[in-house]
């Protein structure tokens, strides 16, 4: 089964070299690369995904708190850890606590499991880049700030998914073609994405230390035990239980490294767990979904 899992994998593990290929042998700014997935195909998906899913509003709720849940486990978790190692908290908590649900987990889940799959997981996506935009730009800041606050109401992202959810709770209908280009220019997202995260991880270098090891278990370890733990908690059953499992035991999120170099925070330790927790989901993915069917 494990085998099998590897093989639905190896087209996304494909096109992510390739982006680091071509990121080693072409100049490419990473930061237009991630700004035209994060700021034009990807909310081009999620409009699409959210106001056409066919998951109902108790289900969605499900799905939210279960993303709460995890979140505040990781947080806390990270929060103890830091303490009691002594290392600076801003810098050492955002690759701990975000996944990357969206660069990686969309096309996961297309792969796994189709449309059904990935609609779920976008929904789990959007509401952790809810709080990415929040809790994370509060967490590298020191608190909230009006900077913070314009950066979250000016991100495409989060207004594809007010209206995203708008659209779908509110009952309101787009015209048929107006869909088609939402589903067309999002319909490359996944892919795109991939092709980033593979340029993201070619410029970033690992700083090997005990630190990063306990950083790596709690990223997959505890994000998969405080998975486990919301899915009984909110009563998550068969496709989203699979999804909320594994979504939470993902790599650590791109952006977990992108907030600390916006606000002149010490990236090298995020730097690092993204490389590191990436190459490792190659062989920890396949394993998180075996243990899914078990547990």
């Not at 810098?91 to 796994?112: C, D, E, K, R, Y």
Request: charged residues 10%.
């Amino acid at each position: 089964m494990i085998v099998d899992l590897f093989l639905i994998l190896l087209p996304m593990i494909v096109v992510t070299l390739g982006g680091y290929l071509f990121a080693q042998f072409f100049a490419i700014s990473e930061e237009t690369l991630v700004r035209a997935v994060t700021d034009f195909f990807m909310p081009l998906l999620v409009f699409f995904s959210l106001s056409t899913s066919d998951i109902y509003l108790k289900d969605t709720v499900k799905l939210a708190g279960a993303v709460t849940f995890v979140l505040l486990l990781l947080l806390a978790a990270s929060y103890l850890y830091c303490r009691f190692s002594r290392q600076e908290f801003k810098a050492v908590t955002p690759p701990i606590i975000f996944m990357n649900s969206g660069f990686l987990g969309i096309p996961l889940m297309q792969l796994w499991g189709g449309l059904s799959a990935m609609n779920l997981i976008v929904i789990y996506d959007q509401i952790q880049t809810f709080y990415i935009f929040t809790i994370g730009i509060i967490l590298v800041t020191g608190g909230f700030t009006f900077r913070g606050l314009f950066e979250m109401i000016k991100s495409p992202l989060l207004w594809a998914i007010i209206l995203g959810f708008l659209f779908k709770y509110g009952g309101i209908v787009l015209p048929e073609a107006v869909l088609r280009v939402f589903q067309f220019g999002g319909s490359g997202a996944p892919s795109l994405a991939a092709f980033a995260l593979g340029c993201s991880l070619r410029k970033r270098k690992v700083k090997a230390d005990p630190h990063l090891a306990a950083g790596l278990l709690l990223r997959f370890g505890f994000g998969f035990l405080a998975g486990l733990l919301a899915v009984h908690l909110f009563q998550i059953t068969g496709l989203a239980r699979t999804v909320v499992l594994v979504a939470s035991s993902l790599p650590s999120a791109v952006f977990s490294v992108v907030l600390p170099l916006r606000y002149s925070v010490d990236a090298r330790y995020a730097g690092s767990m993204i490389i590191t927790s990436s190459l490792l989901g190659v062989l920890v993915i396949p394993f998180i979904f075996y243990l899914s069917s078990l547990v």
